[in-house]
């Protein structure tokens, strides 16, 4: 059985930064891409990162260039470093194994002064 821990939310101001963290138990971690989806009030759940079992990334277009997706396999842990923050950053955090049903249970992360 899967487990994905999300940790690292909380309140920040504009233009601050977060580093969430996804813990993930068992051993399929380091064969699989996972990626960060977020889910703002009365909004569809959306894809913001993902990172291959190789290390190749992607990102929506409304985070590339202040977000980054890192992964540890040595540690089951996929990271999301959240730069120049915006209001409309503001969403529970999730993360995922892609392609599989596994998914964490979330993080909240508020931006707001």
């Known amino acids: 059985q899967v487990q994905l821990v999300e940790s690292g939310g909380g309140l920040v101001q504009p233009g601050g930064s977060l580093r969430l963290s996804c813990a993930a138990s068992?051993?399929?971690?380091?064969?699989?891409?996972m990626g960060w989806s977020r889910q703002a009030p009365g909004k569809q759940r959306e894809l913001v990162a993902r990172?291959?079992?190789?290390?190749?990334?992607n990102y929506a277009d409304s985070v590339k260039g202040r977000f980054t997706i890192s992964r540890d396999n040595a540690k089951n842990t996929v990271y999301l470093q959240m730069n120049s923050l915006t209001p409309e950053d503001t969403a529970v955090y999730y993360c995922?194994?892609?392609?599989?049903?596994?998914w964490g249970q979330g993080t909240q992360v508020t931006v707001s002064s």
């Open positions: 990172i291959t079992s190789g290390g190749s990334t």
């Open positions: 995922n194994v892609r392609g599989t049903k596994h």
């Open positions: 068992g051993s399929i971690f380091s064969i699989y891409a």
